[in-house]
């Protein structure tokens, strides 16, 4: 039995734009940018779809992107198109767990605003730095960063692409000894914190204040978690995943190959950018990867979903 999957992006695959088409031609979708305008005091039309220097803030940055992926995702549901299970790389699994039923989209806009505040004032500007290491594995990389202070591995995104971050000179010093072990290219991410990393701890920490007192619910079908790269189907463990995930690595890779591992067959990225659907390319060619980032691509996948069907 074919099995789909909902994805959504992290940080970075941000654009202007995002969500317009959506929000011009659905009430739904109208609803969900309404929603995070009221209940966050922010002008989330202008810092989605106008170009401005805030989209690229984290502070801004994360709770924009949840609103313009759920009002997408509501879209696609209303289309008849439904997940066996979901998945979201960092910020994007806030958007998984909303589509999975477990957290009301009032409560992930209240914690994604304070995640990206927190994140964001967690290290210093200037202090942090991630950098892509192409044509490596994971190992090889571990090995070179054995021992080495002020530095770890943020994301396993596919083969041959793996995130390390940190202390800025660590990741810079780690990052000449990776080229020389092997390394196609070490590329500096322009990012505003070491994501990812231990020194996300303090952002932990003070999304636990943010979850008291907030209710989640059953979920209707699972999740997967950056975490552990495994399927979670009880919501008892999402907050600590969700406190643990800010300073974990990401095992993207290893989500999406349990996910196929399970039957999933189909992945449907929703959201900005094609980010995800190319790290599927490299993961596994044999599965069925769609985006879905405007009005006319979420009709061309819905319709060809349908066909399937």
């Known amino acids: 039995m074919s099995k789909t999957a909902f994805i959504f992006p992290g940080q970075g695959a941000q654009e202007p734009g995002m969500g317009k088409d959506f929000y ?14 009221s209940l966050l005091g922010l002008d989330m039309k202008k810092l989605c779809f106008e170009e401005n220097e805030q989209l690229n803030i984290t502070e801004y940055t994360q709770i924009a992107l949840l609103t313009a992926c759920m009002a997408m995702e509501r879209v696609v549901r ?4 439904a997940p066996q299970v979901t998945a979201g790389l960092s910020l994007g699994e806030y958007c998984a767990i909303v589509s999975a039923g477990g957290m009301e989209l009032s409560d992930a806009m209240r914690l994604v605003r304070k ?20 044509g490596m594995d994971g190992p090889a990389i571990e090995k070179v960063l054995e021992g080495r202070d002020g530095v770890w591995i943020a994301n396993y995104n596919c ?45 932990g920490e003070g999304l636990k204040e943010v979850f008291a007192g907030m209710n989640l619910s059953a979920l209707s079908i699972p999740y997967v978690t950056n975490v552990t790269a495994e ?14 995930q800010v300073s974990s690595s990401v095992r993207w890779q290893q989500s999406v190959e349990a996910m196929i591992a399970d039957g999933v067959d189909t992945f449907v990225e929703i959201g900005p950018g094609r980010t995800l ?33």
């Open 231 to 244: 399927y979670v189907s009880d919501i008892a463990a999402t907050q600590e995943l969700l406190i643990r």
């Open 115 to 134: 995640r990206g505040i927190l994140m964001q004032e967690a290290v210093p500007a200037g202090e942090g730095s991630m950098a892509a290491v192409l």
């Open 24 to 37: 011009e031609n659905s009430a739904s979708a109208r609803e969900v940018f309404d929603q995070a305008e």
């Open 78 to 81: 209303e289309q008849g198109v």
């Open 277 to 309: 659907t190319g790290f599927l390319r490299k993961i596994d060619r044999q599965v069925k990867g769609y985006n879905i980032r405007t009005w006319d691509e979420m009709q061309k996948v819905c319709e060809e979903l349908a066909n399937e069907r």
């Open 159 to 203: 083969p041959g692409q793996i995130v390390i971050t940190g202390y800025k000179t660590p990741v810079e010093e780690a990052s000449k000894a990776l080229q020389e072990a092997g390394a196609k290219r070490v590329l500096p991410l322009k990012v505003s914190g070491p994501f990812h990393s231990p020194l996300m701890d303090p952002a």
